[in-house]
């Protein structure tokens, strides 16, 4: 289950990230510079998301073990 939520996250994150880009190019283009920062932070903290979410972490390894095969 605990992988699952992060993948979704992580999407969540990468589209976060998007409209942050939007936002960023959107306040360069009409010289709105609130709207460019918040832009900036936002695709900044959109990265954040991703990388934390899809790194893996030691207990997924204990996880993943139970439905794998038997090695021979």
Known sequence: MGSELR???ASIAAFMTLAGAFATIHGLLYD????????????????LFVVAMLTPWPS???????????KP
């Open 7 to 9: 993948v979704v996250i």
């Open 32 to 47: 709105q510079t609130h709207v460019m920062k918040g832009g900036v932070v936002t695709v900044l903290f959109g990265i």
């Open 60 to 70: 997924d390894d204990k996880r993943d073990g139970k439905d794998t095969q038997p």
